[in-house]
């Protein structure tokens, strides 16, 4: 079977995150540690004891999330031994990031200083700008997409083919949640985020992360890492280095990648980090691909016997 790994993006943190990781695996221990050494803050501690608020923060909550789901893999690499390979990656959201990095794309270190800054500078255009975002259960994109365009809001994550999230300014989401209702939507679910993400609000970030970008090493993939924008493989590294500028303000084609993802052979994958969000995705647009959830030591040990 060809095997690929899924990271998750941000709200899939918990106060708790990758306890079990850090105290099971040295490797995963010193993986928080190098981070800690990176951010100039306690990133175990921080993951352990919280508070949630301070794991909301888009500056804290990226490279943490990050971080666990990098311990996770490394929890799956322990695991699985000689027989850890990996055909192909994705992330959804900042979780491309530590796609990214799985596939030798950019190094640990890099990617937390890229999300620190990509956290702080999301922040700042959520604080200018204030926005939201509307998550649409039960409508097709083409409905959804009328909904936006009536509403004045713009579709932010296309996730399964039963789930798309909309995004704009914070005084549109209302008539977006009418006008999703009066629709035929089964729900329609306002996010608890800072702003709103993947969307023209968010250019200002943009600007600011494509000149950070400019000193950050990107090398070529190892494998295939699936982009956000496209719903198809990376190309270049600086095509890639443009990508991950362009994916602040441009859509999740989550549903996309995943269905290329299986077309290209992908038969299993590992979700890598908090949560089980991307594997429920998963089900809704390939039922018959398994995908196991990693956010601790059992998980991981489970997940390596798709490798075997």
Do not use: Y
């Not at 981070?35 to 175990?44: E, N, T």
């Not at 996730?159 to 999703?180: C, F, K, M, Y």
């Not at 496209?230 to 269905?259: C, F, L, N």
């Amino acid at each position: 079977m060809s095997k690929m790994l899924l990271f998750p993006g941000q709200g899939a943190q918990a106060v708790g995150m990758g306890r079990e990781l850090a105290e099971g695996l040295d490797e995963c221990r010193a993986l928080f540690a190098r981070a800690g050494d990176v951010l100039g803050f306690d990133v175990l501690q921080t993951c352990l004891e919280g508070p949630i608020e301070a794991l909301t923060k888009s500056d804290v909550a990226q490279p943490a999330i990050f971080t666990v789901s990098v311990a996770a893999r490394a929890a799956l690499a322990h695991f699985a031994g000689d027989q850890f390979a990996v055909a192909g990656t994705a992330g959804h959201s900042l979780g491309e990031w530590a796609a990214l990095h799985a596939a030798g794309v950019v190094s640990f270190e890099d990617a937390l200083r890229v999300l620190r800054a990509r956290g702080q500078f999301m922040q700042e255009a959520c604080e200018a700008t204030p926005g939201g975002m509307l998550t649409i259960i039960g409508l097709p994109l083409e409905k959804v997409q009328e909904v936006a365009q009536a509403s004045g809001l713009e579709v932010a994550n296309l996730n399964s083919p039963v789930q798309t999230v909309l995004s704009g300014h914070a005084d549109r989401i209302a008539a977006g949640e009418a006008a999703a209702k009066a629709a035929g939507a089964k729900r329609a679910l306002r996010l608890t985020v800072a702003g709103a993400f993947h969307s023209s609000l968010m250019k200002p970030a943009a600007d600011k992360l494509s000149d950070f970008l400019q000193g950050v090493e990107f090398r070529a993939p190892q494998c295939p890492v699936w982009s956000n924008a496209t719903g198809k493989p990376h190309g270049s590294p600086d095509e890639i280095r443009r990508a991950m500028v362009a994916q602040v303000v441009s859509s999740v084609r989550w549903t996309d990648g995943v269905a290329d993802m299986v077309a290209a052979g992908m038969t299993a994958g590992c979700e890598c980090g908090p949560g089980t969000v991307l594997a429920g995705l998963v089900k809704r647009i390939a039922p018959d691909v398994p995908i196991a959830s990693i956010f601790d030591l059992a998980g991981a040990q489970e997940a390596a016997k798709l490798f075997v």
